[in-house]
């Protein structure tokens, strides 16, 4: 085996792990060990906030935010939205929006894209933060490179037309939701607490 072999095998192999921080991986994925939401005590409100868009930032893109904020007496929710970003594949090493091996390869299989939502609301002895990081499936008419083109027509008797039968692409028909993404939701709450010295 040549050496160039060996290094590409042992970097798949690896995810490119020794570039990604984090929560510690299993060979599952990284240890669910924090709580979500999670409290973090400190008075500093606007630190915590930055904290968490700078979090936020480094894998998705941030849609809208609203700052928690002081009007009169209450203290309002802050409120972060990103934009749905389709999932890093093995190809792209260097984004860090599929949190382990499984995400990766799942996102190279087929279309995945994640948005997050963080809340942040006042606490006893702190803020609640919670994470929460959506993962949803492109729904197409049939996959890319299928076998069964698209100009077979159906049994049925209605009248259709046909501008070009050899699509050379399948439309997107939406998305389908699949649930939330802890992998990635662990790890922004790992960041979150390391970065605020918890």
């Not at 994925?29 to 930032?57: E, F, K, M, Q």
């Not at 087929?110 to 939502?117: K, V």
């Not at 501008?163 to 990635?184: E, F, M, Y």
């Amino acid at each position: 085996m040549t050496p160039w072999v060996a290094l590409a095998t042992a970097l798949i192999a690896s995810g490119c792990s020794p570039w990604r921080d984090g929560a510690v991986e299993t060979p599952l994925g990284p240890r669910l060990g924090y709580s979500n939401p999670v409290v973090i005590p400190t008075a500093d409100r606007d630190l915590l906030w930055d904290t968490i868009v700078d979090v936020v930032d480094d894998d998705l893109e941030i849609l809208r935010e609203e700052r928690p904020r002081l009007v009169g007496d209450a203290l309002t929710e802050g409120r972060l939205e990103t934009r749905p970003q389709i999932g890093a594949t093995i190809l792209e090493p260097w984004r860090g929006d599929s949190a382990n091996n499984y995400e990766r390869w799942e996102s190279t299989a087929q279309t995945i894209r994640r948005r997050a939502l963080v809340h942040m609301l006042p606490a006893a002895g702190g803020y609640q933060v919670q994470v929460t990081v959506l993962k949803e499936l492109e729904n197409v008419g049939q996959p890319e490179f299928a076998a069964t083109p698209t100009a077979i027509f159906g049994n049925d008797n209605s009248l259709r037309r046909f501008s070009d039968p050899q699509d050379p692409q399948a439309k997107t028909r939406g998305w389908i939701p699949v649930g939330n993404d802890p992998a990635l939701e662990q790890r922004m709450v790992a960041k979150i607490l390391a970065r605020m010295g918890l």
